[in-house]
């Protein structure tokens, strides 16, 4: 076990003891501090720059030439226009490129066909 494991499992006993004796708004305020104290492991600490943003638009770029259209979503039913699919290259582009740098934990991908 890890000493951030351990320290959390720490903080969370002493955050139940804490609780039974305070009122409902420092209750809150105490389990705000704990996330906190926490939720910065899982983040990344990126500064987007001109390279960056190249990197998003080239990408976009490239999937948008690999497609073929009509491109429709997973249930068939809605038909992308050319711009929706453009914004759905530069979505998927930056999630890749946020993933390639350790900022995401898993890949969302946009499930379409084409007609």
Do not use: W
């Amino acid at each position: 076990m890890s000493k951030i494991t351990k320290q959390l499992e720490i903080d969370i006993m002493r955050f139940f003891d804490d609780i039974e004796n305070q009122n409902h708004a420092d209750k809150i305020q105490t389990l705000r501090n704990l996330f906190t104290k926490y939720l910065h492991l899982n983040s990344c600490d990126f500064q987007m720059n001109g390279y960056n943003f190249h990197d998003i638009i080239s990408g976009a770029k490239q999937i948008f030439s690999d497609k073929k259209m009509p491109i429709n979503l997973e249930d068939r039913r809605i038909v992308l226009t050319q711009e929706e699919l453009r914004n759905i290259c530069i979505i998927e582009s930056a999630i890749s490129h946020f993933n390639k740098n350790a900022c995401l934990n898993k890949i969302p991908k946009f499930k379409y066909t084409n007609k």
